[in-house]
């Protein structure tokens, strides 16, 4: 079992991330370290230069992500926790690979056709690769459990086909170099929608705060948030047939079940027939219970720039050493004389 997931260092996390991602990195990190697998977490800072940004705040961003995974349960005891800037295979591996994928797959992206919209001339070339630098991520370790929310199953798709013709391709015979990664989605979190519009996922590029509750909120701006919500003026039905066509209900239904261990129709026996009056101050509580400790954890562990660096160097020291066999295989595969 080799877990593999990556994470970009760019605003806050937020509960869309830890509901559809961080929430099974801690849990698959625990099943591997118990099957003798291994686990591998990291910041995609590189990913993250394919958009404008400020080179000041990735800095801060990347530490800040550190402590947050840390807070949220990554063990870098368990975890080969590290960003991708410190371990070159990911860009080298992404260069061996940009000879396997093809312009049509990469076109076919939505996130692509999302963030390029209507000004695809305009983009950096990195936002176009970006997926193949996401299946260099993969590919390296011979992932194959990936924990994500439902937005990247299309990338992990991809980075199956570029395995695929890569190994065809060039590993003649039984032999294959690359492992087939699995996505591993959460079934009740996949997708945790924007507070605001029930039809948009919570995001770290939404405009307004109010769309998403970070993970360093505190309770005061939890609440807010959650009695901010947008909805409905119906009462909560009592069964999930009923919230058809309701989208920000069962959004805001899916969190509660998400951070209680209840499926919708459970939370909907327990509330149904409740009014958001009511429903909005539990849900608050269920989360502020939930993110308290998270936050404590968060602001304890912020404060140690050093400890932050060196959970990242030591992790970056390990990645860098596992790497290194399937890269040079990757070479080889291709008739790259490397002396
Ligand atoms: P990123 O940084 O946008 O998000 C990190 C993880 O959070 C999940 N996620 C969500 N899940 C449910 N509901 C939401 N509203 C929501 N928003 C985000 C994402 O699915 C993701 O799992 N390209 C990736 C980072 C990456 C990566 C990888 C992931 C780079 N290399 C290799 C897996 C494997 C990204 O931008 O995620």
């Known amino acids: 079992m080799r877990v593999v997931s990556g994470i970009q260092p760019t605003g806050k996390p937020h509960l869309g991330n830890y509901l559809g991602a961080i929430v099974n990195y801690v849990r698959l990190q625990d099943m591997a370290h118990e099957a003798g697998g291994e686990c591998y977490i990291f910041l995609a800072d590189l990913h993250a230069i ?128 690359f492992t087939l990664p699995e996505p591993y989605i959460p ?56 919230l058809e066509g309701r989208a920000e209900a069962r959004n805001l239904v899916t969190i509660y079940g998400a951070l209680t261990g209840q499926s919708v129709e459970e939370v909907l026996r327990d509330h149904g027939g409740q009014g958001f009056g009511a429903f909005k101050p539990a849900l608050g509580e269920v989360l502020i219970e939930a993110l308290g400790p998270i936050n404590a954890r968060f602001a304890d562990l912020s404060q140690d720039r050093e400890a932050l660096d060196a959970i990242l160097a030591r992790g970056a020291a390990q990645a860098r050493e596992r790497a290194r066999d399937t890269l040079d295989t990757a070479y080889e595969a291709l008739g790259l004389v490397r002396g």
């Open 50 to 177: 394919s958009q404008p940004h400020d080179p000041a705040e990735l800095t801060a961003a990347t530490r800040e992500m550190v402590a947050t995974l840390v807070a949220c349960g990554v063990d870098p005891g368990k975890t080969v926790l590290f960003n991708q800037a410190q371990v070159p295979a990911h860009a080298e591996m992404q260069w061996l690979l940009n000879g396997t994928a093809r312009m049509g797959w990469l076109g076919r992206m939505t996130q692509w056709k999302d963030k390029a919209g209507k000004n695809r001339e305009g983009q950096s070339v990195a936002l176009f690769t970006y997926p193949v630098l996401q299946a260099a991520d993969v590919l390296l370790y011979q992932a194959t459990h990936v924990p994500v929310g439902e937005d990247q199953k299309q990338h992990l798709e991809l980075a199956r086909d570029i395995a695929q013709k890569f190994n065809n391709d060039f590993c003649p015979g039984d032999a294959p170099l």
């Open 187 to 242: 079934p009740a979190a996949a997708r945790i929608m924007s507070l605001r519009d029930g039809t948009a996922k919570m995001s770290k590029s939404d405009p307004s705060d109010m769309s998403r509750i970070s993970l360093t909120d505190d309770a005061d701006t939890i609440m807010k948030k959650v009695k901010k919500a947008k909805t409905d003026p119906e009462p909560l039905p009592s069964d999930e047939k009923g």
